[in-house]
């Protein structure tokens, strides 16, 4: 091979490495494009800034007219960011558009996919449309690691997306919709620790109102049913000044405590009682509570034969208990215990 038939293969070659280095580096930049988002992914502080980097810097991947990102709050409620739009009230018909939009997306349940001008053409929930808009583009759902869409990027654009390009939004759609759960657990994100604090110091509050509310003693008055657990006619019931156990349903015997007296007004007589042991009120849920009282006054010096109801006088029990009264006497009444 003579010289000049070695430097013009020289050059040959040359230009080949050139043109196999051109397509290398655009599938290269692309990758790199995907690496550089996806640590932006991992150091963003809130969902603002997460939505700003998916409406604004997808265009490093492939161009598009116009990008819009929703998600979906834990009450329902939609939000959207959309490129070149800015959260004002001088574009809440533009964003009213993107919520119905984003709703709509959310119905449809579908994974990556191309949405053609006819789609949106057959829906008039999604009008008016925005004049300046093309009614076309690719949709990415973002999917957490349990399967449940938190958002979607819809992404306009007349011309059709290419095989490659979908591959690498999907990427970017998992990799944001593992941010978003991580950002949402407190876990990520410049405000993870304070978001942490703030849930801590929340249970902590809901801890010491719910603990404080059993200090708040309320007084009471009421006329409660109760019954003698050992009738006078079997023959074993004390006389006299001795001890007698009655039954009381659990949400009158609440107020109840050792020292707590017990009005009964029987055949016009009036009897006191003053209470000198009850079994726990947790054991009343499912059962009367079991009070051992010592008969104080009665005419007769006896106990009273028939019992029926008794007046709790100048009690008082904790705040919760005092608002559970009702609830335990329905389930009560529902297991049919009284």
Partial sequence: MTEDEKSGFDADLEVAYQAVDRQKTVGMRALAGLF???HEFRRVVGHDYLARLLVN???????????????????????????????????????????????????????????????????????P?????????????LVNRKGKVQGG?????????????????????????????AM????????????????????????FIIFGSF?????????????????????????????????????GAMALEAGSRLQIRHDNMDYELEVEHISPWMAGLFADRHVRARLVRAPD????????????????MPLPLYVLRRPIAMMRQWLNLD
């Fill in 301 to 316: 010096g006896l106990a009273p034969p028939v019992l029926e109801r008794v007046t709790i006088e100048n009690a008082h």
């Fill in 184 to 207: 949402d657990r407190g876990v990520h994100g410049g405000r993870g620790w304070s978001a942490l604090l703030t849930r801590l110091g929340v249970v902590l509050s809901v801890f």
């Fill in 57 to 127: 810097r997808l265009n490093r991947f492939a161009p598009y007219d116009c990008a819009v990102f929703w998600t979906k709050g834990r009450f329902g409620r939609f939000d959207v960011t959309i490129s070149g739009i800015a959260k004002s009230k001088e574009n809440k018909p533009v964003l009213l558009w993107g919520q119905k939009l984003g709703k709509w997306l959310h119905k449809s349940g579908w994974g990556n996919k191309q949405i053609s001008a006819q789609v949106i053409a057959g829906n008039d929930k999604l009008e």
């Fill in 36 to 38: 550089l988002l996806e």
């Fill in 215 to 251: 200090l708040i003693p309320v007084p009471v008055n009421v006329d409660v049913p109760a019954r003698l657990a050992v009738p006078i006619e079997s023959g074993l019931a004390p006389r006299g000044p001795a001890q007698i156990d009655i039954r009381l349903p659990p949400q």
């Fill in 153 to 181: 990027i819809f992404l306009l654009r007349e011309a059709g997306w290419s095989q490659p390009v979908r591959v690498l939004f999907d990427q970017l759609a998992e990799a944001a919709a593992y941010t978003m759960e």
């Fill in 129 to 141: 449309w925005p004049q300046n808009m093309p009614r076309a583009g690719l949709y990415v759902p």
